[in-house]
């Protein structure tokens, strides 16, 4: 909220204008008269706080480019009377209020004709004024317009920081509608990435910051955005019960449902799209673009111009695709999203591949080479994570400490009372302490040594766990199913290989540096290597990971390259060698145990004694699960983890014969903690 200040004199200003109104216009229901009234104020001869007033409010009234000239004079006559007004004084106050105005119009005004830069400028101004001005509220809004643009631009990590800074502001300030606003950044800053998990989660603290104000029209805004979010997610039941509520909320509060509508339909296509239903898709598309376009939605049109395309293609009308593939691709780059630009781009070198334009569809592959290998956007999303962490660390930290500095004081005051009984204890107490010193000292010391021993033996081992990360074996049996693909002109999965390859490389080498990951982080990386595998064992076996007991794996954290040992183990040694007995299959499962985590990993190949009488099997060591071994081992003693064990059990039928294998592994769900200390 403004301050009680700022209130007073806009409240001062509007009653001296409507005096006005009253003497100088007979009718004030037109708003061309109403305009014509401000202007006549704007004219006279009345002091510049009455003007600067009545130009504030022709911004209000007039549209482009009438009220961008009249706040360009607003910003104008508040700069010069700033430099003549004593600072700090009533009158500087004043004039600062409508710079401050001024700049955030501008900033509105340039944001929305795509003037992303400028924006920045003129946001960044406001905020400066803001600061001094002590106006929470203004700032908050200009950090969380400022973050939308960076989100756009992949800049993920100032994004956040503006949108917790912004969050902070608003909290202060107990503004449940700037705190909603803020959540529905961040919800959108994670729905760029693609973490609709989290995008739902935000969407819905919004939904709920707005109905504590009772706002319909922003409630009718979240539930949209989160009916929009569980289209992503293929979840359509929720996501057309999410647009069902907004047009009930919409009728009950008689307010326009259209961007409901809009979505509604736009699900609907969805919906026959995965069923390959391409005409109902396509005639629900064109009831949803319509809805769009005459609201002029940019920001939801180029998907639907998108999905368009895709129906076009699939319906082999490549022509029809291209063109609308081209619209999507040009709202993007006018709004300059990385990651839809990225998209799009590919699309339109797949259609030009098609229709033979050679020539184009190597320039928008080469395009969509160059945002892919950008790394803002892989670092931006554990920068993001970190961001999240640290604010909420630091709001319990706030909290802490306003509760130590109470009780120090008390403590600080009792000593002060008891003082004079203690002074006969000083010296017996010096001398307990200097001799506790010293044993601590030489304690200390002790674990040091033993600590730097243990530190380089855990770096010893997390070396060889790379090495065997990175099997000899399985690259060269990589690069050459590679090789096979491209001779056998397999060029689609020749290039699938390849990515996935290079982005396990790209996992591998940078988990090492790490001594705990997110749980997602290494989930990631075991489906790249399955997907491998399978690949080049021509889809051999089937695989299913689940997660379940609700485990976060966002927040829960998992020593790396722990997992990936056992599951090669059980492709290698059990599934590859039934030799068509049956259909392998591969499952892995996480989910609570005793407060633990529990990870399965289960074949159903031809169980390990069996494995041992193969000659290659013989021969070769399972080095790796028995370095995962030894590292958990270390753990348990360095760490007092002593939740960590690895179980594995044969499988039998009920003829005794083996089935498969099933290794389940146990870590403490406080991981993070202890690994990360």
């Known amino acids: 909220m403004r301050n009680l200040y700022l209130t007073n004199l806009i409240l001062l200003l509007s009653l001296m204008l409507k005096y006005l109104f009253l003497l100088f216009s007979l009718s004030a229901f037109s708003q061309q008269k109403t305009i014509d009234s401000l202007l006549f104020v704007f004219n006279g001869k ?59 119009n501008k900033a509105v005004f340039l944001s929305d004709r795509s003037q992303k830069d400028s924006a920045i400028f003129y946001y960044d101004k406001c905020e400066a004024l803001d600061v001094n001005f002590e106006n929470l509220e203004t700032v908050g809004y200009c950090q969380i317009s400022k973050g939308g643009i960076l989100t756009n631009r992949g800049l993920y990590k100032e994004a956040i920081a503006l949108f917790y800074k912004a969050l902070s502001n608003f909290e202060k300030e107990k503004n449940a509608e700037g705190i909603g606003d803020t959540y529905l950044y961040i919800g ?12 739902i989660e935000y969407l819905k603290k919004a939904y709920a910051s707005f109905k504590s104000i009772n706002n319909s029209f922003l409630m009718i805004d979240a539930l949209n955005k989160i009916g929009i979010t569980y289209i992503s997610t293929k979840n359509y039941d929720e996501a057309i019960d999410y647009f069902n509520k907004c047009i009930e909320l919409s009728n009950k509060c008689g307010i326009d449902s259209k961007r409901a509508q809009e979505s509604l339909n736009y699900s609907f296509a969805l919906i026959h799209y995965s069923k ?99 790394l803002l956007k892989i670092e931006g999303k554990k920068q993001v994570i970190e961001t999240k962490l ?10 802490l400490n306003s509760s130590h500095e109470k009780e120090i004081f008390k403590l600080n005051s009792t000593i002060e009372l008891e003082n004079t009984k203690r002074k006969s204890w000083i010296a017996i107490l010096a001398i307990i302490l200097f001799v506790v010193v010293l044993v601590a000292l030489f304690i200390n010391k002790n674990q040091k040594q033993k600590n730097i021993i243990e530190i380089q033996n855990s770096n010893l081992l997390r070396q060889k766990m790379l090495l065997s990360q990175m099997n000899p074996h399985f690259v060269f049996n990589s690069i050459n199913s590679i090789q096979s693909f491209i001779l056998d002109k397999k060029e689609k999965e020749a290039y699938s290989y390849l990515a996935k390859f290079s982005k396990l490389i790209r996992m591998v080498l940078n988990n090492t540096e790490e001594l705990a ?86 074949d159903n190949g031809i169980g390990r004694l069996k494995a041992g009488s193969y000659e290659k099997d013989s021969l070769h060591r399972p080095i790796a699960m028995k370095l995962t071994e030894k590292r958990l081992q270390m753990i348990n003693k360095t760490y007092g983890q002593n939740g960590i064990k690895v179980e594995i059990h044969d499988l039998y039928d009920q003829n005794n014969n083996a089935i498969g294998t099933r290794v389940e592994v146990f870590l403490p769900l406080d991981f993070q903690e202890h690994e990360r200390a």
């Open 46 to 104: 009345q002091h510049d706080t009455i003007r600067l007033a009545a130009l504030n409010e022709l911004t209000n009234y007039t549209s482009p480019p009438e009220n961008d000239f009249y706040n360009n004079r607003l910003i104008e006559m508040a700069e010069v009377n700033l430099k003549l007004a004593k600072p700090k004084s009533l009158l500087s106050k004043k004039y600062l209020a409508f710079a401050i105005d001024g700049y955030y």
């Open 188 to 199: 959108r800053l994670y729905h760029v990435q693609q973490n609709y998990v989290l995008t």
């Open 276 to 374: 390959s239903d391409l005409k109902k898709a396509e005639y629900y598309l064109e009831k949803s673009m319509a809805l769009a376009i005459k609201a002029n939605n940019l920001d939801i049109l180029s998907n639907r111009y998108y999905l368009m395309a895709s129906i076009y293609y699939d319906q082999k009308k490549i022509k029809e695709a291209i063109v609308y593939g081209k619209k999507a691709f040009d709202i993007e780059s006018k709004e300059k999203d990385i990651d839809e630009q990225m998209k799009f781009a590919a699309f339109l070198s797949k259609a030009y591949k098609v229709s033979k334009n050679y020539q184009l569809a190597l320039e928008y592959y080469q395009l969509y080479s160059t945002l892919k290998d950008s």
């Open 390 to 399: 640290k604010y909420e660390f630091e709001k319990k930290e706030l909290i």
């Open 517 to 602: 990951i997110p749980l997602y982080q290494e989930i990631d990386l075991l489906k790249t290597y399955i997907e491998l595998e399978q690949l080049r064992f021509e889809n051999s076996f089937l695989f299913d990971l689940t997660i379940k007991d609700d485990l976060s794996v966002q927040s829960l954290f998992i020593p790396p390259m722990l997992i990936q040992p056992y599951v090669e183990n059980a492709i290698w040694h059990g599934l590859m060698n039934l030799k068509n007995e049956r259909p392998g299959t591969l499952k892995i499962e996480f989910t609570r145990s005793n407060n633990l985590m529990k990870i399965i990993i289960e």
